[in-house]
């Protein structure tokens, strides 16, 4: 028998850990973001957001099927409607993917458990609200697939894309069909620049070794720039340096997070902390990148976007691809980074005449929102950012 139950306490989490870290180890789809390793430290150190709590779905034995982070929250006029929104939130909890975790072997029926439970009122909502899972993603096309099975009420809005690296026969091919030769010309004269200046190199983290100074020289070096001027930088709030120094520690004893450097005379000007699935050849995601603004002028970041290009197209690379966790206006990944992971926002409701109505509603809210949107000017306040990282307002919940 699976039962699903919607928890609230930290308590309730910590009693689940060893299902929680087998679950993220055989999921259909890796999310470090929802690991034990991040999730707890996270919401241990900076206290739970207003309204969150976690769906989960475990059979009579105690086998964790699904994880399903989500918030709780009041839409609609006075707030009469109850949602579920998904965990997608890059300020200020670092939510930079919102990928349910779901057994792979199980996951039609752990899908299915969670609709059932949104039919039979189950869940302390009446709306799903999914925003920023992978769509494209084997999750993602299982979630389409059955809710056109089940004939489920649900309405998919605009999602976006952000940059994803993907290796092409060899690292020569993918700078020639990505950047032009004027700009490898300008890009190698940089990297001259910095040659000049003493012995540059990259370093990279070992997934066997104490992650500890890794994460130390990162935040120094994030908190001298412009994050730290702005009091954004990891280092300028205490919760959030002691989260992320936990978080380090505990990822990279399973092996899920790694630091990459470019170093001048052993000095990083650029690094960048990713999160990974622990599995050879397996996906990491881009969580923080940071860089020395006193080279500027060679662009630090761009060259170490190059060595990681480079690296991923070395034989037995222990990386398949990486996610850039990009905005959709960002620059720097989108100009180099050939491929797109497309991020998906879906409005779920139950198979009632209640469930129906709500989607229709919802649905005209968004033909109107986007009819408004058409004649408006751009207005700064709709946009919300994260370290660098701004989102559309397209993504905000429906209200």
Same mark, same amino acid.
């Given at each position: ?9 930290? @308590? ?19 999310? #470090? ?24 779905? +475990? ?13 709780? @929250? ?29 057994? +792979? ?6 899908? $299915? ?10 869940? #302390? ?25 089940r004939g489920q009420p649900s309405l998919a809005l605009p999602g976006w894309s952000r940059p994803l690296l993907r290796p092409r026969s060899s690292a020569e091919a993918y700078f020639e069909e990505a950047l032009g030769g004027r700009h490898r010309r300008e890009l190698a004269r940089q990297r001259r620049q910095l040659e000049r200046q003493g012995r540059l190199r990259v370093?990279?983290?070992?997934? $066997? ?28 709030? %205490?919760?959030?340096? +002691? ?34 699935? #622990?599995?050879?050849?397996?996906? @990491? ?6 860089? $020395? ?40 990944? @989108? ?30 809210? $968004? ?10 000017? %751009? ?12 989102? #559309? ?7």
């Amino acid at each position: 028998m699976i039962a699903v139950e919607f928890v609230t306490a930290a @308590a309730s989490l910590r009693s689940i850990l060893d299902s929680w870290l087998l679950l993220a180890r055989s999921a259909l789809e890796a999310n #470090p973001f929802f690991y034990p390793g991040f999730l707890l430290p996270l919401l241990e150190e900076l206290g739970w957001p207003a309204g969150a709590g976690f769906i989960l779905v +475990r059979e009579a034995q105690g086998a964790l099927l699904a994880l399903w982070p989500v918030a709780l @929250a009041r839409r609609g006029p006075g707030g009469l409607v109850p949602v579920l929104r998904s965990a997608y939130n890059p300020a200020p909890i670092h939510g930079l993917l919102a990928t349910p975790l779901i057994d +792979r072997e199980r996951a039609l029926e752990a899908l $299915d458990a969670v609709l059932d439970a949104l039919d039979r009122g189950a869940l #302390p909502a009446k709306l799903l609200e999914m925003v920023g899972h992978a769509e494209d993603g084997p999750f993602g096309r299982l979630l389409a697939e059955r809710l056109a099975e089940r004939g489920q009420p649900s309405l998919a809005l605009p999602g976006w894309s952000r940059p994803l690296l993907r290796p092409r026969s060899s690292a020569e091919a993918y700078f020639e069909e990505a950047l032009g030769g004027r700009h490898r010309r300008e890009l190698a004269r940089q990297r001259r620049q910095l040659e000049r200046q003493g012995r540059l190199r990259v370093a990279t983290s070992r997934l $066997d070794e104490d992650v500890g100074p890794w994460c130390e020289r990162f935040l120094a070096l994030e908190a001298a720039g412009w994050k730290g001027r702005a009091g954004t930088a990891l280092a300028s709030d %205490p919760r959030d340096r +002691r989260f992320f120094e936990r978080a380090c520690r505990d990822l990279g004893a399973r092996g899920a997070v790694s630091f990459v450097a470019l170093e001048l005379d052993d000095r990083p000007i650029a690094m960048a902390c990713l999160l990974r699935e #622990p599995a050879p050849g397996g996906g @990491a995601f881009v969580f923080k990148i940071a860089y $020395d603004e006193a080279f500027r002028r060679q662009s630090p970041g761009m060259q170490l976007l190059l060595e990681q290009l480079r690296e991923i197209h070395e034989p037995g690379s222990s990386i398949g691809w990486i996610d850039s966790c990009a905005s959709p206006h960002d620059t720097l990944y @989108a100009q180099l980074w050939l491929d797109r992971r497309e991020l998906g926002h879906r409005i779920l409701a139950a198979r009632s005449l209640a469930g129906r109505l709500l989607v229709a509603t919802a649905r005209e809210v $968004d033909r109107l929102r986007r009819r408004a949107r058409r004649h408006a000017a %751009p207005d700064p306040a709709t946009t919300g950012s994260s370290a660098g990282k701004e989102y #559309p307002e397209a993504l905000r919940p429906l209200t």
